[in-house]
């Protein structure tokens, strides 16, 4: 069965860097999450409980305090990632005291090493099966280089990072994503709708790839494919529908503050050094923007909408939330990654800007977290490991500051390339968008001749 298998030795050698890193790195707070949740599965209690809460805790504290969230960060997904978390409590992970459980304990662990190796083995093993996705992706659109395609993917810098390193679960709803797309350009439309609910059902992001698939149907195929996409999402939802997975999920991201690798964090620096309560207009200027960004999404849609070439514009659609969204964490960069690799290898995105891409989220998590702290589980315990730890825990005002200009470059970098797949489909367009693009191609014409 292995020797059918394509690429077998790169699937080999990229499973073995994985497999090498996982056990001794872990994002510390990621950790305690999946720890806490995991605990919470075993015991029979909602995680979405929990949140909500934890959240009330919170809420109360910081009310006569400036604070910086009414929300306790903790599990605030889709339900899908929670079975493949279910196999996880049969292990001997660290485990709480649930003698007094009142639903309302959060325990913080330090990482251990055979515990990060477990948890970790769903999301590289979905991390494999995206480079296979893309693969069978670029065997569509550039077969030739398919194999430089998941290449670039199972030995790229950050996905080893985000999957092997920090330990999070996007990649999963990236290669449901991934499969949703072949299978569209396949013509095999149900598997396709089905892929992008498990998708949307696992992070919520594939769910904008949703108006854009709906958009190149004809006819009675919008609502098949319609139907099968909502009671795919309902069947997994179901057992999970409650007003806590409501708050959890809905409530929470759009009053969530924004900031990391965008713009707006030099709101909230400006706020603590004028001394503002970012509670009081931070959250109503969270929520206002939503329909701001739902607005931009929806002209890309519109604009695009005779274009033939999903992929492209699966890509601009999937950078155009990251540059327009009030919060991009680091994990966030995958979302479009497959699909701006195709187009690096085919010569419209320049390698700069490629790397570029790939890079910043990486600076970002080494000074935001920062870098040591990813390897506690080795660092904790010993003298040199306890020096490496203060040594690299920059000031918080030069942290603050590069994380800034990070993620403002992260941001213009996104939006370049989305203005480079822009400009190159100007050729693509159907005949249908021809007398629109009229003045542009002249403009164009002019412009060489000057």
């Not at 999301?123 to 296979?132: K, N, P």
């Not at 600076?363 to 935001?368: D, E, L, V």
Request: glycine fraction near 6%; charge should be positive.
């Amino acid at each position: 069965m292995l020797a059918s298998i394509p690429h077998k030795r790169l699937f080999l050698s990229a499973l073995l860097i994985r497999l090498v890193l996982a056990p001794v790195s872990f994002h510390p707070w990621e950790w305690s999450t999946w720890i806490n949740v995991i605990n919470d599965l075993k015991h029979g209690v909602s995680p979405y409980l929990k949140f909500v809460l934890l959240s009330d805790l919170v809420s109360s504290r910081v009310v006569e305090g400036p604070g910086w969230s009414m929300y306790f960060e903790y599990w605030a997904y889709p339900p899908l990632w929670l079975l493949f978390l279910l196999p996880l409590v049969l292990l001997p992970l660290p485990s709480l005291d649930w003698g007094s459980f009142s639903g309302i304990a959060f325990i913080t662990f330090s990482p251990d090493p055979v515990s990060s190796f477990f948890l970790k083995l769903p999301i590289i093993a979905f991390d494999l099966m995206a480079g296979w996705a893309l693969w069978l992706i670029a065997r569509i659109r550039f077969p030739e280089k398919a194999g430089l395609a998941l290449k670039s993917w199972l030995f790229n810098p950050l996905v080893i990072f985000i999957t092997a390193v920090w330990g999070h679960f996007d990649v999963a709803a990236v290669f449901f994503m991934l499969m949703s797309v072949y299978l569209f350009l396949s013509q095999r439309l149900v598997l396709s709708a089905i892929f992008l609910a498990l998708g949307f059902s696992t992070k919520i992001f594939p769910v904008f790839l949703l108006p854009l698939f709906f958009l190149k149907l004809q006819g009675r195929e919008k609502i098949l494919w319609l139907f099968c996409f909502s009671f795919t999402s309902f069947i997994i939802f179901l057992p999970f529908l409650s007003r806590e997975l409501l708050e959890a999920i809905l409530i929470f991201h759009s009053e969530r503050l924004g900031g990391g690798m965008t713009y707006w964090s030099f709101l909230w620096v400006a706020a603590e050094w004028l001394g503002l309560n970012r509670l009081k207009w931070g959250v109503p200027l969270s929520t206002a923007y939503l329909p701001i960004m739902i607005s931009v999404l929806l002209f890309f849609y519109l604009r695009f909408r005779n274009d033939t070439d999903i992929i492209r514009y699966s890509a601009i659609i999937l950078l155009g939330v990251l540059v327009t969204s009030k919060l991009v964490n680091e994990p966030y960069s995958l979302w479009p990654l497959p699909f701006i690799i195709l187009f690096w290898l085919s010569g419209e995105i320049s390698e700069i800007k490629f790397k570029l891409y790939y890079s910043i989220p990486i600076a970002f998590a080494f000074i935001g977290v920062p870098i040591t702290n990813f390897f506690r589980c080795v660092l904790i315990g010993n003298p040199w490991g306890e020096r490496a730890l203060a040594y690299f825990a920059l000031p918080i005002p030069f942290r603050v500051l590069w994380l800034f200009l990070l993620g403002l470059s992260f941001s213009i970098v996104s939006l370049k390339i989305i203005l480079t797949l822009k400009n190159q489909a100007g050729s693509r367009l159907s005949k249908d968008s021809a007398r629109y693009n009229g003045w542009k191609s002249g403009f164009h014409i002019l412009r060489s001749f000057l």
